[in-house]
């Protein structure tokens, strides 16, 4: 039976899920198998919650006691009023403008706060439910709660905004609100500590360390060997000298610096990123087809000098070690400066105080250097671009090799494929600023070496693969692989687009027809369309497409289909992943979701 420190029954503070605020609530039940309380709130909406977000009602009582000084008489302030009720009396104001302007804001209050019917447009967009009445009523309370929702935070953040004049203040204020945002810190500081060890925890991420690396060196040099069968023994380790050359390596860092370059380019529009944990939002600049368009200017003058590309072909042993030294280097930049990084700052996922887990995962979420946003930078430039840059030069290296005049059609289907890919993934780059990489993960080894080693030197591996083993195929078969990629591409964009465009305005009258359920952090889940026809749409998608990039190597090897295997593997975890943080997001919203779509990525399979 697994230790419970709240009993049914029990009055506590539950924390609001997305936000910093706790209101009283009583616990109804306990689920021994998720390790989640039910919990009821004073307006009746029942939620579930992890035992990190309940505290007790008297860990409250010191900050009650401030709040109740007399210059904090007022009432509206108690943070254990239920998201459900209605705000009431404003704070005390100091001059008339004031009053007049908190009157105003009573005044959208209140009309705001009159129960909403949902109307018939969203009634039948909702079909998140079975029981129409139910469903009705739920829908109703969830916007309900949304709708306070919204006014508390607003309220918070006015309320930190209007105190921070502190010519209005009693010393006594200042001092109250600041040990109550002391304690709110303390708070949030607990629970941004990484509980739930991902990888296989300490030994997984260790393990990982070690053997990433050296699954690029084993495939690589499988991949040169004339018989690539994965029955042989493995290659004997290249001495050093074919390993490593000081020159390659400079070469790999004026590649690098030179993506930098024109990342600090100021063309291109600068966005805003989703808010971080403490409401800041961070500035991007969207120039990566710019990079793109800039990188295949400088190839074109490389080749029109009669710079032979086809000398990363011919070092591309040693350019991949000098990318792994490059990223375990930076790695260990990135982790001796997060331990400088304010809390604020750090990663929920990459926060565990173990050294090997955090500099796997990564423990600051968003290292900048000024404006210079590290992790950002290498998701897209060294990473896909480089992808982009290493199949041109197997291309180049096919045709000098195999004395041909254009290259074989398997070789310009994998090049067409990834370059359609990379191109589609810089033209919507703005939508990485909503992944998970950008979003929660920390950027350590695991991100440092995925951009910098993994994607370059194995999702180019089919083409590396064609080079020393040529692969004739029919236009029959390659019509077939063309349509193959196309709907796997045609399934990737639209599943994209649509809950992108979702996210963006979810009253687009283009999106009508689609339905959804809505939750209680105000953002709805789709729930028809494409993503009412598996939870990831998207993945199914990216897995066709693995697949079509490795069919034109033929079937004389598995090494080629190294990436179809290790990307169906990598994301399905990576399906997991999302499923549990969704769930810790949107709670029982997203358990309908599940239950209305319950396969993953492939119907009726998984
Ligand atoms: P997604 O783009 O699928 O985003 C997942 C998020 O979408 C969830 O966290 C949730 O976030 C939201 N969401 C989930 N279900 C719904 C729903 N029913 N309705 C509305 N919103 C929903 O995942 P990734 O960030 O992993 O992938 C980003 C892109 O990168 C994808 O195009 C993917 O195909 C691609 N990719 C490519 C890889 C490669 O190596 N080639 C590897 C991994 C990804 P919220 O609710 O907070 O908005």
Known sequence: MP???????DVVMGRWPGSVLYYEVQITSYDDLTHLYTVKYKDGTELELKESDIKSVSAFKHRKSNSSSPSRRGGSRSRSRSPGRPARGRRRSSSQGRDAKDDKKKAIRGTKLTPEKPNENNTSRYNGEPDSTE?????????????????EIDRVLDQYRVRSRKEDKTKEEIYSEKRSFEAA??????????????????????????????TVLYLLLMCKQEDPSIMNFPPPLPSFDSLWETRVFGVWLVWF????????????????????????????????FYAFALTAAAVGIFLYFELELHYLYDHFLQFAVSAIVFSVVFSIYLYIRSLKAPEENLSSGGNSGSFIYDFFTGHELNPRIGTFDLKYFCELRPSLIGWVVVNLAMLLAEMKIHNQNVPSLSMILVNSFQLLYVMDALWHEEAILTTMDITHDGFGFMLAFGDLVWVPFIFSLQAFYLVGHPNEISWLAASAIIILNMSGYYIFRCANSQKNAFRKNPKDPRLAHLKFIPTATGKSLLVSDWWGFVRHPNYLGDIIMALAWSLPCGFNHILPYFYVIYFTLFIIHREARDGRQCKKKYGLAWDRYCQRVPYRIIPYIY
């Open 3 to 9: 230790h419970r420190k709240f009993g049914d029954g």
């Open 185 to 214: 810190k303390t708070i949030d500081k607990a629970s941004a500590q990484t509980k739930e060890l991902e990888f296989g925890g300490r030994i997984g991420t260790f393990c990982m360390i070690v053997f990433l690396p050296a």
């Open 257 to 288: 610096f030179l993506q930098a370059l024109f990342y600090l380019l100021p063309v291109g529009k600068v966005v805003e990123g989703i808010p971080l944990l403490n409401g800041r939002k961070l500035q991007y600049r969207i120039n990566g």
């Open 135 to 151: 469903r009705n009523d739920t829908s109703h309370k969830i916007l309900q709660q949304k709708v306070d929702l919204d006014l």
